[in-house]
T-cell receptor, first 117, second 117 residues
Framework: AQKVTQAQTEISVVEKEDVTLDCVYETRDTTYYLFWYKQPPSGELVFLIR??????QNEISGRYSWNFQKSTSSFNFTITASQVVDSAVYFCALSFDRGSTLGRLYFGRGTQLTVWP | EAGVAQSPRYKIIEKRQSVAFWCNPI?????LYWYQQILGQGPKLLIQFQNNGVVDDSQLPKDRFSAERLKGVDSTLKIQPAKLEDSAVYLC???????????????FGPGTRLTVL
């Protein structure tokens, strides 16, 4: 079964703090894709990153970084020096490139991040 | 480049009434998805189209929900009759599917917030 778990329902930090959002996934497939999306109060889901299962390199994009570890089935997301504009719900998602579920996103329940000034 | 368009943005109906949502994907995107997002949860796939054909509708409550994508561009999602538990945000997304040999990211519209009274 395909499953994504985001155990942190809500996180509150003060501006400039670093924060890590956890994501744990389950699948028996050896080829899969992991995504992170941001959903600000406006409601529109914004794509942040895609990773395939064969690429375990960590990635950094400005204040954002992602740590992919197949050994622990985790794909964690860190925001460095958080800002108020980072306040949103963040979703981790899983997808596959074959079978009847081709391209479909399996989302976690999301983590509400609130950054206080 | 124009994003995914959806209308209406908000809709309030009474139970047993019918409602329809419209989606216009990003130009050139062959794959179109409808997701249902209940408050406090991650989006869940209702139906996936590849051009004007259905790829996956296994999660669509077919006794009351229907969807079509005529001419492989715009899509409509209909609920008839609506139930209280259909209150949710309905998100449309589009992507290039497997172009480039891997699962591409989905781009989401602003969603339609449905309230069933």
């Amino acid at each position: 079964a395909q499953k994504v778990t985001q155990a942190q329902t809500e996180i509150s930090v003060v501006e400039k703090e670093d924060v890590t959002l956890d994501c744990v996934y389950e699948t028996r497939d050896t080829t899969y894709y992991l995504f992170w999306y941001k959903q600000p109060p406006s409601g529109e889901l914004v794509f942040l990153i895609r990773r395939n299962s064969f690429d375990e390199q960590n990635e950094i994009s400005g204040r954002y970084s992602w740590n992919f570890q197949k050994s622990t089935s985790s794909f964690n997301f860190t925001i460095t020096a958080s800002q108020v504009v980072d306040s949103a719900v963040y979703f981790c998602a899983l997808s596959f490139d074959r079978g009847s579920t081709l391209g479909r996103l399996y989302f976690g329940r999301g983590t509400q991040l609130t950054v206080w000034p | 480049e124009a994003g995914v368009a959806q209308s209406p943005r908000y809709k309030i109906i009474e139970k047993r009434q019918s409602v329809a949502f419209w989606c216009n994907p990003i130009s050139g995107h062959a794959t179109l998805y409808w997701y249902q997002q209940i408050l406090g949860q991650g989006p869940k796939l209702l139906i996936q189209f590849q051009n004007n054909g259905v790829v996956d509708d296994s999660q669509l409550p077919k006794d009351r929900f229907s969807a079509e994508r005529l001419k492989g561009v715009d899509s409509t999602l209909k609920i008839q009759p609506a139930k209280l538990e259909d209150s949710a945000v309905y998100l449309c997304a589009s992507s290039q599917g497997l172009a480039g040999g891997q699962v591409n990211e989905q781009f989401f519209g602003p969603g339609t917030r449905l309230t069933v009274l």
